[in-house]
Structure formats: C-alpha cells, structure tokens
C-alpha cells in the first residue's frame, strides 16, 4: 500500500525553524518529483514548492511567499522529503502536505497526498 | 502567477441532484487543470485531471470539461459523500496555483 506521511509539526515560535519529513512507504520515492501544499486554518490550498527528482536534476522551485525562507530537499536512499522552514512567519500557520508529481514529470497533478502535519507559529 | 478563480463559492444541493462547478483561468493553461475534491480534516485526492479524464477509481458522475480558459466539473446524481469542498488546479506553469474553492453542502 502506498502511504505519503508527514510528520514533525507543531509549535513554534515566530522567526523559529522547523523542518517536516514526508517518508514514503510502498514506493520508491527517488522516482517522483515531490511537492508540498500547505492550507491555512479554514482557507484553501497553496502550493509551497517541489523538489524534481534525481534524473531530472533535483532542482527546486518556490512560490513567491516562502522563497528564501523554505527550502526542500531529499533522501532518497530513506524514501524521505523534507521541507526546512526558516524565519517563520504567524501567516505560515497552515496544515502541511506533501503530494507526488507524476513519475519522471514536474509539470504534472498530484495524484497522491500524505494526510498533513499541522504547523502552529505562535508566540 | 496564473490566476483561476471558481464559482460559486458555495452551493446548496440535495442528493441526487446536477452540480457544476466553474473554474476560470487568468491565462491559457491549454488542459493543465486537474480537480480535487477535499473533505473536513482530510486531504485532498484527485478527481480528474487534463481538465476531463478521470482518475481511476473516481465514479463516473463526475465529469470535466473545458471552453478555451473555462473549466467546469459536473456532479450527476450527487451522492452523501459528495459533500465536501472541491478545488480547482493549473499545473500549466509555475507556481502552480488553486482556486480559492467551492463547498457543496446540503
């Protein structure tokens, strides 16, 4: 069974750092471009950026609102994506998923999501 | 960034009825739009993507199509666990973008 879990949420402080793990199970995440989307308490969704995958270079991209500040990496060989979140700002208070691109694509659906971590940035 | 809007914002419907649902994209995104239908404390799961194909495993009442930079999702028959808010989605360019979403309630 495929399973996306994220995990390392939680409280912290404004201008703190957290990282998130989404670990993969029942597949071989080295083959996925992987992205994470992020839904503030009772609003929508917002991509946050992905990581492309090794073949393709396992470059990153971001959106406007945590460039600088985020960034996305992995380890392949634990079948894990981390997002490292700097400078944390009270508006990054939002759930935290983690979804899967199409194999080998990046401009492409997410056909899979984990079920989220929540992240609270309060003082 | 590519803009996509949705209405209504909320719509109220019995079982068994036709909903659709309209997505507008700021810009062409040719037929990078995928739909996701997300229920209260659960993440989203793909619907259809391409802007009408259906993913596998989603029954067939749920329906894409697409006019130019318009989008719409058509519920036929609506089912109890159809309830819930569905989001809209370009993947055409980066950022990636949603639209702000649309609650089906009874």
């Known amino acids: 069974e495929v399973q996306l879990v994220e995990s390392g949420g939680g409280l912290v402080q404004p201008e703190r750092s957290l ?27 917002e991509w946050v950026g992905f990581i492309r995958s090794k073949v393709i270079g396992e470059t990153t991209e971001y959106a406007a609102s945590v460039e600088g500040r985020f960034t ?52 | 960034a590519i803009r ?43 619907l259809i993507y391409g802007a009408s194909t259906l993913q596998s495993g989603v029954p067939s009442r ?4 697409r006019s130019g930079t318009d989008f719409a999702l058509t519920i036929s028959g609506l089912q109890s666990e159809d309830f819930a808010t569905y989001y809209c ?5 980066y950022p990636f973008t949603f639209g702000p979403g649309t609650k089906v309630d009874i």
């Open chain 2, 62 to 65: 749920f329906s894409g199509s």
């Open chain 1, 19 to 45: 990282r998130l793990s989404c670990t993969a199970s029942g597949l071989s995440l080295g083959d996925y471009t992987m992205t994470w989307v992020r839904q503030a308490p009772g609003k929508g969704l």
């Open chain 1, 72 to 123: 996305i990496s992995r380890d392949d060989s634990k079948n894990i994506v981390y997002l490292q979140m700097n400078s944390l700002k009270t508006e990054d208070t939002a759930v935290y998923y983690c979804a899967r691109h199409l194999p080998g694509a990046t401009r492409t659906y997410f056909d899979f999501w984990g079920q989220g971590t929540l992240v609270t940035v309060s003082s």
């Open chain 2, 4 to 46: 996509m809007t949705q209405s209504p914002y909320s719509v109220s419907a019995s079982t068994g009825d036709r909903v659709t649902i309209t997505c507008r994209a700021s810009q062409g995104i040719s037929s990078d739009l995928a739909w996701y239908q997300q229920k209260p404390g659960k993440a989203p799961k793909l």
């Open chain 2, 89 to 93: 989605q370009q993947y055409y360019s």
